[in-house]
T-cell receptor
Framework: NAGVTQTPKFRILKIGQSMTLQCTQD?????MYWYRQDPGMGLKLIYY???????DKGEVPNGYNVSRSTTEDFPLRLELAAPSQTSVYFC???????????FGPGTRLTVT | KNQVEQSPQSLIILEGKNCTLQ??????????LRWYKQDTGRGPVSLTI?????NTKSNGRYTATLDADTKQSSLHITASQLSDSASYIC???????????????FGTGTQLKVEL
């Protein structure tokens, strides 16, 4: 079992570029989450999903989009990257909504 | 506004010593409180989960306590090891069914360093 995998591990984007952060899980969990973690700050929820085809906004959704076409995959799309989106992004899954979460290794994104 | 505050912000201890990390929260009504360990450059890993009715939960050398009346939790680490060096994050889930909302609240973490 790989658990939760994220790609890429690192990425540098220029302002205005777009990219997709990939998240895949093999735990068969319905609930999936995207967080960002800025230095010295707590994790902030960007989007979450309660199952295939269902997504909802978290605390800081502006500048991001998600889709959930399968149970396994929950990609995060950044359109028109801005320096404020420089952060470490974590994907997580849960078997029970808002209970124990399993995190991926993270993607470190720099926008310059 | 729901908040989770952790103290101290950072801590340095010698290997073999014990330490206690604090978490105060204002989330109400709340469902469960979790402690995570986050190694540098890695994702958080769950250490303990406590519901509002639990007072204590252990996981090896880690013991978490919860006082739902004072809205305080602590994480006690016994006989620290170099591998305990990490950030420890407190997370509180609201009680969705009783109108607590559906947003998790994360603390900013306590950075622990264990030295020889």
């Amino acid at each position: 079992n790989a658990g939760v995998t994220q790609t890429p591990k690192f990425r540098i984007l220029k302002i205005g570029q777009s990219m997709t952060l990939q998240c895949t899980q093999d735990m068969n969990h319905n609930y999936m989450y995207w967080y960002r973690q800025d230095p010295g700050m707590g994790l902030k929820l960007i989007y979450y999903s309660v199952g295939a085809g269902i997504t909802d906004k978290g605390e800081v959704p502006n500048g991001y989009n998600v889709s959930r076409s399968t149970t396994e995959d929950f990609p995060l799309r950044l359109e028109l990257a801005a320096p404020s989106q420089t952060s470490v992004y974590f994907c997580a899954t849960a078997e029970v909504f808002h209970y124990e979460q399993y995190f991926g290794p993270g993607t470190r994104l720099t926008v310059t | 506004k729901n908040q989770v505050e952790q103290s101290p912000q950072s801590l340095i201890i010698l290997e073999g010593k014990n330490c206690t990390l604090q978490c105060n929260y204002t989330v109400s009504p709340f469902s469960n409180l979790r402690w995570y360990k986050q190694d540098t450059g890695r994702g958080p890993v769950s250490l303990t989960i406590m519901t509002f009715s639990e007072n204590t939960k252990s996981n090896g050398r880690y013991t978490a306590t919860l006082d739902a009346d004072t809205k305080q939790s602590s994480l006690h680490i016994t006989a620290s090891q170099l591998s305990d060096s990490a950030s420890y994050i407190c997370v509180v889930s609201p009680d969705i069914l009783t109108g607590g909302g559906n947003k998790l609240t994360f603390g900013t973490g306590t950075q622990l360093k264990v030295e020889l």
